[in-house]
């Protein structure tokens, strides 16, 4: 029980919606997190989709 607390405020961590490449808030960047994997807004993962570093 106590893992699972644990796990879970991680995950709520990684749901904060912080972009990570230009740490604005926005609520694509849980759904990107989910769909792609990339912590990245609408806008960053255009850029990134666009121009792959
Ligand atoms: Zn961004």
Excluded at 15 to 44: M, R, W
């Amino acid at each position: 029980m106590i893992d699972d607390k644990e796990k879970n405020k991680k995950i709520e961590k990684e749901l904060d919606n912080i972009c990570e490449e230009c740490k604005y808030i926005d609520e694509s960047v849980t759904e990107n997190l989910i769909l792609l994997g990339y912590k990245l807004c609408n806008s960053c993962k255009t850029s990134k989709t666009l121009f792959p570093l």
